[in-house]
């Protein structure tokens, strides 16, 4: 792959408002690449620059070594596919997809061959004389797809194209997503606040917030190794401590926790002692078990006692929050094997909670704000407490 969409310092504003500010990043050729953060965060706006249906007021935007900051839309090999499809109501599944070609005067002969490879595409050539109303909406989803790519763009933007779906046929079209873009081998580019979409569509992503790219890396890299606070907890959940490092021991430290003692840690930024430290601890990555870990090999586990103060039951796992001196720490444990036989941790219950040091990750910037993304139970939400 080779370096091929590339944003150089580019600054969008809507009045007072900074929605994108100097941003600056590449894009690789057939990379499938996402721009994921909350709303308000710059994504749509970055997009819609590339699209052509924003100006930046700075900076420039760049395609294949050719400046496209000041072309129009359809000047531009660059296509967008949105969350309401815009599929003609009045035409055929075949004649959507061959609009463009249509438009464009493309011969009959061509326009017949392009128009049926895009059904094999999407599997849809029993329905090609079928209405928009007469079928589903993965189906409209897949003609909207097919439509944007019949004239083989260079870039096709996807802005929240699954959002209007349910949840099966949200997960369904992921797959199918993800074949497409396999099969075309043309770069995506794909706007989501939904972070189980972007980790498991994209070769990279870009943390967007307010106006600017907290982290751009492939996704393991983003979950396991997150750059600032706000990264750890909008990307799936996790724990926050702040500690000072109490004791340096060749790769580990020893960090000083407020209210709750002294927590080992692996010291991959080569922190002094004395110096403040941001951790974050993903929940499933710690245990919570009735019994105290097996003592093999503890000597490089946290364990504390704890208290359990919320349960929430998810089918394929299990979350809980525990209380540890002012602490509350969540835990998910995996229900790999059939427990209804097994006596469960209940509201109330008094357990032990442990992660091995390897686990926390010491975090290059944090804020207070960062601390209120932390996902909490449901509002007036526990368990059943024991009679």
Request: charged share 20%; with cysteine; net charge negative.
């Amino acid at each position: 792959m080779s370096e091929f969409l590339v944003f150089e310092n580019v600054t969008k504003r809507f009045g007072s408002l900074t929605a994108v500010d100097n941003v600056s990043l590449s894009i690789n050729r057939g990379e499938f690449f996402s721009l994921l953060g909350p709303s308000g965060c710059g994504k749509t706006t970055l997009l819609r620059m590339l699209g052509g249906f924003e100006s930046p007021d700075s900076g420039r935007i760049w395609l294949d070594g050719r400046d496209i900051t000041d072309l129009p839309p359809n000047f531009r090999r660059v296509h967008t596919i949105f969350q309401n499809y815009a599929l003609f109501p009045n035409m055929t599944v075949w004649d959507n997809i061959a609009f463009s070609l249509t438009i464009a005067k493309y011969p009959k002969h061509e326009i017949k061959r392009a128009v049926g490879e895009m059904l094999e595409l999407i599997r849809m050539t029993d329905h090609a004389f079928k209405y928009p109303s007469m079928i589903s909406g993965g189906q409209k989803q897949r003609v909207a797809i097919a439509r944007a790519l019949v004239d083989r763009p260079q870039v096709l933007l996807l802005d929240e194209p699954l959002a209007a779906l349910d949840l099966k046929l949200r997960q369904h079209m992921l797959l199918e997503l993800d074949i497409i873009h396999d099969q075309v081998g043309l770069t995506f580019v794909y706007v989501t606040h939904d972070q189980g979409e972007a980790m498991s569509l994209s070769d990279r992503i870009a943390v967007m917030n307010k106006g600017h790219i907290e982290q751009l890396d492939p996704p393991a890299k983003i979950y396991e190794a997150p750059r600032s606070g706000f990264v750890a907890a909008f990307i799936g959940d996790t724990n926050f401590m702040d500690g000072v490092v109490a004791e340096v021991n060749g790769e580990y430290c020893k960090l000083a926790v407020q209210n709750l003692g002294e927590i080992l840690c692996f010291n991959d930024k080569n922190i002094s002692v004395g110096s403040q430290v941001h951790l974050s601890i993903r929940p499933e990555k710690i245990r919570v078990s009735a019994q105290p870990p097996a003592k093999d090999d503890i000597s490089k586990l946290n364990i504390f006692q704890c208290k359990v103060t919320d349960i929430v039951y998810q089918g394929t796992y299990t979350k809980y929050w525990v209380e540890v001196g002012n602490h509350r720490i969540a835990a998910i444990k995996s229900h790999s094997h059939f427990t209804l036989d097994q006596k469960p941790i209940t509201w109330g219950d008094k357990v032990y909670c442990w992660w091995h040091a390897d686990d926390g990750y010491m975090l290059e910037q944090f804020t207070a704000e960062d601390a209120n993304l932390v996902q909490m139970p449901p509002a007036g939400y526990s368990a059943p407490k024991k009679a």
